[in-house]
């Protein structure tokens, strides 16, 4: 185990200990409402999801009934998540993909559908079908980047470089704990950096206390 896997391990720990067992940011349980939830949430919050997604179901409960559902309707529904033409066109494009199949459990197969990328796809691995995965949005991408776990703000080579750090079982569960850390401490503007669990280990940290300190 080279320093880096080690601190990897060492931010693991702390962040697992402090986060509930469990972490989940949609509402949605069935596979595919939580595969087309998560397609969703580009460039929006979890809470407005979570407040579309269930008049969405409620409309267009099925797989069939998303896939033959007018276009403009579904704009309708999702119209407050942002870009909803384009997540309108996807979802319904994905579910008709789906008729008579079962959603794809590798990456692969998953990036092959509408609106599917390797984000929605690792979410679809890890809370679907409990495999590796590392979930790479805006709040993941943060907190390593400011941790030192990764020297690039590109997502896909975050996935892979932290991939390389931490072993597959541990994968899912801290992409999990790092997404909600981010959103509860390692804000974007002010980060809590004087209270924070893994100031010891970051070496972002001194910078923003000089920077707050001068406001």
Same mark, same amino acid.
């Given at each position: 185990?080279?320093?880096? &896997?080690?601190?990897?391990?060492?931010?693991?720990?702390?962040?697992?200990?402090?986060?509930?067992?469990? %972490? &989940?940011?949609?509402? &949605?349980?069935?596979?595919?409402?939580?595969?087309?939830?998560?397609?969703?949430?580009?460039?929006?919050?979890?809470?407005?999801?979570? %407040?579309?997604?269930?008049?969405?179901?409620? $409309?267009?409960?099925?797989?069939?009934?998303?896939?033959?559902?007018?276009?403009?309707?579904?704009?309708?529904?999702?119209?407050?998540?942002?870009?909803? $033409?384009?997540?309108?066109?996807?979802?319904?494009?994905?579910?008709?993909?789906?008729?008579?199949?079962?959603?794809?459990?590798?990456?692969?197969?998953?990036?092959?559908?509408?609106?599917?990328?390797?984000?929605?796809?690792?979410?679809?691995?890890?809370?679907?079908?409990?495999?590796?995965? %590392?979930?790479?949005?805006?709040?993941?991408? $943060?907190?390593?980047?400011?941790?030192?776990?990764?020297?690039?703000?590109?997502?896909?080579?975050?996935?892979?470089?932290?991939?390389?750090?931490?072993?597959?079982?541990? &994968?899912?569960?801290?992409?999990?704990?790092?997404?909600?850390?981010?959103?509860?401490?390692?804000?974007?503007?002010k980060p809590g950096c004087k209270d924070c669990?893994? $100031?010891?280990?970051?070496?972002?940290?001194?910078?923003?206390?000089?920077?707050?300190?001068?406001?």
């Open positions: 185990m080279n320093k880096l &896997q080690k601190k990897a391990a060492a931010v693991y720990t702390i962040l697992d200990e402090l986060h509930p067992p469990h %972490i &989940q940011f949609l509402e &949605q349980r069935d596979p595919f409402r939580f595969m087309i939830s998560v397609i969703l949430s580009a460039q929006t919050t979890d809470r407005i999801v979570n %407040i579309v997604s269930g008049p969405l179901f409620e $409309r267009f409960p099925t797989v069939e009934a998303l896939a033959a559902a007018p276009l403009e309707e579904v704009e309708e529904i999702i119209f407050p998540t942002g870009f909803y $033409r384009m997540k309108a066109k996807n979802i319904t494009s994905c579910a008709q993909a789906l008729v008579g199949k079962e959603i794809p459990s590798t990456m692969e197969e998953l990036i092959q559908l509408p609106g599917v990328g390797r984000k929605t796809a690792s979410c679809v691995l890890g809370d679907i079908y409990g495999k590796p995965a %590392i979930i790479v949005d805006t709040h993941f991408g $943060r907190v390593v980047y400011r941790l030192g776990l990764v020297d690039t703000k590109d997502p896909e080579k975050i996935e892979k470089q932290i991939a390389s750090l931490l072993e597959e079982k541990k &994968q899912y569960r801290f992409s999990m704990t790092a997404n909600m850390f981010g959103r509860t401490v390692c804000h974007a503007k669990p893994l $100031r010891p280990l970051c070496p972002s940290a001194d910078a923003f206390l000089k920077a707050s300190a001068k406001e």
